[in-house]
């Protein structure tokens, strides 16, 4: 019995004997895989957590299309980062992970601080006035990294966007942390606004995916973590081709994909992702977009 299921992780095989919505339920969830490049990501990550405090603190912009892991990353980093408290009932935080307002400008990105560190405030307080309190509770909480997701959203603040990236070096300079940064292709327009800013950032690409060697074991430890009775053989021959032309070049599309072919295969009893499985599901191509708004 235990080599008839040997496709699955050790403490995936009691989830077998959950009734079929709790199973859905597993499949739809997140579940992180430590692919080669995420790793390498995640380990420079970690060097700037500990990197010594310094006139020019280190940064990091991590790079990538849209759905194709950046913020797994930052929220797994986060993660394994958590707030603690001493004994005295005061925070420590080392890593701070908010994201860039959609509408950004000084006023918003300090609200967005204090908002993450759970500091009531005033909307209609003044940039200054949050910018006291944020560097006050960033110093008070031991800060060491603050982490930014959706940075390509800077490219909306039009000329905001200059003092925006002003006020961040400002703030690295002052608390000597170091800041990450996430966003798609758009993110290195925002930083060109700011020369200065832009040669503290080191760049980390997430390409594209491609149907090789990398793809194959990712969806093979995928298979792992799917409470599927039967073995699906996703990193296989026949299926791999299949996946990555339904899914597209992003990680994104292709946990989509997975999620949706698993929880299928278990509420039509098939136990297992095969051809038949994605060919009956409903899913939309990336590239079949273009013609569905050409059809309404």
């Known amino acids: 019995m235990i080599d008839a299921l040997s496709h699955l992780n ?11 919505d709790e199973r859905i ?18 380990q420079q990550l970690d060097q700037l957590l500990v990197y010594p405090k310094s006139l020019r603190m280190p940064n990091l912009l991590i790079v990538g299309r849209s759905g194709n892991g950046k913020s797994s990353i930052l929220e797994r980093f986060a993660h394994r980062h958590p707030v603690q ?24 990105f300090w609200s967005e601080i204090l908002w993450s560190m759970g ?17 006050s509770i960033l ?16 490219t909306t603040a039009g000329k905001k966007a200059g003092d925006l990236l002003a006020a961040i070096k400002g703030l690295s300079n002052d608390l000597k942390i170091s800041v990450i940064a996430a966003g798609t292709q758009a993110a290195i327009n925002a930083l060109n606004l700011e020369p200065q800013m832009k040669s503290r950032f080191e760049p980390a690409a997430l390409d594209r995916w ?22 699906s053989n996703l990193a296989s021959r026949e299926l791999a081709p299949k996946l990555y032309s339904m899914a597209g070049e992003t990680l994104g599309s292709t946990v989509k994909l997975l999620k949706g072919a698993a929880s299928f295969a278990i509420s039509s009893g098939k ?26």
Not at 10 to 20: K, N, R
Not at 119 to 135: L, M, Y
Not at 279 to 295: G, H, L
Request: glycine share 2%; net charge negative; aromatic share 6%.
């Open 85 to 108: 408290i001493t004994s005295t009932g005061s925070p420590i935080a080392h890593v701070l992970l908010i994201s860039m307002p959609e509408t950004p400008d000084e006023s918003e």
């Open 139 to 154: 110093s008070y909480a031991g800060i060491r990294v603050l982490v930014i997701d959706e940075f390509n959203n800077l």
């Open 210 to 231: 491609r149907l090789d060697t990398e793809y194959l074991r990712f969806l093979a430890s995928y298979e792992r973590l799917l409470p599927l009775a039967e073995p």
């Open 25 to 42: 339920e597993h499949c739809k969830s997140d579940h992180w895989i430590g692919y080669t490049r995420a790793v390498q990501i995640m």
């Open 119 to 135: 500091i009531s405030h005033g909307d209609r307080d003044s940039a200054a006035a949050k910018k006291r309190q944020a560097k």
């Open 10 to 20: 050790s403490d995936v095989l009691p989830l077998l004997q959950l009734p079929a």
């Open 271 to 296: 136990e297992r992702i095969d051809e038949q499985v994605l060919t009956k599901m409903t899913w939309t191509r990336p590239d079949e977009w273009e013609d569905i708004a050409k059809r309404v």
